[in-house]
């Protein structure tokens, strides 16, 4: 009795990726065997029958969809404006049972593999088609300083797109030890490229997976700042991730109403993007009608009339972007694919005492340029919040 792993996923893998297990056995011939992978995470475990593939007897799972049940993103903690606080993952272990039947009565070869090394699947996605050699492991910050430093800061959006001035950032940043100190440094560059100013933050919460807050009004920038840079360091100095530079925007000023979202993006980071040209507002109405008879104590007799119930409303709203480039699209994109999207109400008239409400983007189709240098008309974003349908 043995098994021949031939497919294991990486210790470090996004969650809404596929983490595969293929594997084969030398008794796989045995009557009615099964490969039973069990997943546990903390105290929870979760059995899986597996049958032999016809074609070679293998067996293959992919549990990404099972891990996903244990990441509850509802509980992440938009108030949180901390320096840094836990991101969200799954710890997991995986072990495999080989289980077949003997004259009836059940067999089983408990632990025949197991994958326990302390792997871990973290809130991401990986199909970024503009990193073509892109692994799980560039997202992992280098704790050995032996290893190529490839680790990329986890912002999807473009540099060229930016950040305005009164932007919030939660970087997502994933280590591969607990409790080793880490500091992001920000340096602030002129229109010429030349170092106005740099400084390092020290992350306070030094979990495997955390975000990185930075609220950009707080900053106080230099008047000649043009564009800024994101990477981090060890406490001694070292760079354990690569550095990406964005443009520095002036804060949002429209004659419209500002639409702020936060939304949680591809590579597991908190970002936001601001939609401030023409909106709009409705009001959504459903119900059923009925004929109620009535008695009205009159020589007509009794009456038929109209009533209504179930009575379902809900609100609803359009919110505009400015025409915009190929590669400011991609912002887009990624908040109708986003999971998990709030709306700051912070300076909205009716959410008094209200900072954000989470909201579900309606839109599902966007137009995409043929070229880089293409400009896109306005798209019109469609949006509910979450929680507001009210019923009699």
């Known amino acids: 009795m043995a098994i021949t792993m031939f497919v294991e996923p990486d210790s470090y893998q996004p969650i809404h990726t596929p983490i595969v297990f293929l594997l084969g056995s030398t008794i796989s011939d045995f009557s009615n065997f099964k490969y039973r992978f069990r997943i546990t995470v903390g105290a929870q475990e979760r059995s899986i029958y597996v049958s032999p593939r016809p074609s070679d007897a293998k067996g293959e799972i992919d549990i990404s969809r ?4 244990f990441l509850d993103t509802h509980e992440f903690d938009i108030e949180n404006t901390s320096n840094s606080f836990t991101a969200q993952f799954v710890k997991y272990q995986v072990v495999v049972d080989e289980v077949w039947t003997d004259a009836g009565v059940t067999v089983t070869n408990p632990s025949a593999y197991s994958f326990t090394d302390n792997p871990i699947a973290y809130n991401s996605v990986l199909n970024r088609t503009e990193w073509v050699n892109f692994t799980p492991y560039d997202y992992k910050l280098r704790d050995d300083l032996l290893l190529p430093l490839q680790t990329k800061i986890l912002l999807s959006r473009d540099s060229r797109s930016g950040y305005h001035k009164d932007d919030v950032i939660r970087m997502h940043i994933v280590g591969d030890t607990e409790g080793i100190g880490r500091r992001v440094r920000i340096v602030e560059y ?3 490229g030349g170092i106005n100013i740099g400084e390092y933050i020290t992350i306070t919460n030094n979990s495997k997976c955390v975000y990185f807050f930075l609220d950009l009004s707080n900053r106080a920038w230099v008047a000649s700042t043009k564009s800024f840079s994101l990477q981090v360091f ?6 354990v991730s690569l550095m990406k530079t964005f443009d520095l925007l002036d804060a949002v000023c429209s004659s419209f109403d500002n639409y702020r979202f936060i939304y949680i993006d591809s590579l597991g980071s908190y ?6 040209r023409a909106s709009t507002s409705e009001l959504n109405v459903k119900s059923t009608t009925f004929d109620k008879r009535e008695d009205y104590f009159s020589n007509l007799g009794s009456e038929r009339i109209r009533t209504v119930s179930n009575i379902v409303a809900f609100d609803s709203f359009t919110a505009n972007t400015d025409n915009l480039k190929t590669y400011q699209t991609k912002q887009v994109e990624e908040l109708i694919l986003s999971n998990n999207t709030f709306l700051d109400v912070r300076n909205m008239e009716g959410f008094e005492g209200i900072n954000y409400i989470p909201v579900i983007i309606t839109t599902t189709k966007l137009k995409r340029a043929k070229s880089e240098n293409q400009e896109i008309p306005q798209y019109t974003i469609s949006f509910v919040p979450a929680y507001n349908k009210r019923t009699r």
């Not at 060890?234 to 760079?239: A, C, H, S």
């Not at 970002?271 to 401030?276: A, G």
């Open 66 to 69: 099972h891990l996903r049940d």
């Open 234 to 239: 060890d406490l001694i100095g070292n760079e």
């Open 271 to 276: 970002d936001c993007i601001n939609l401030s």
């Open 190 to 192: 002129d229109a010429a």
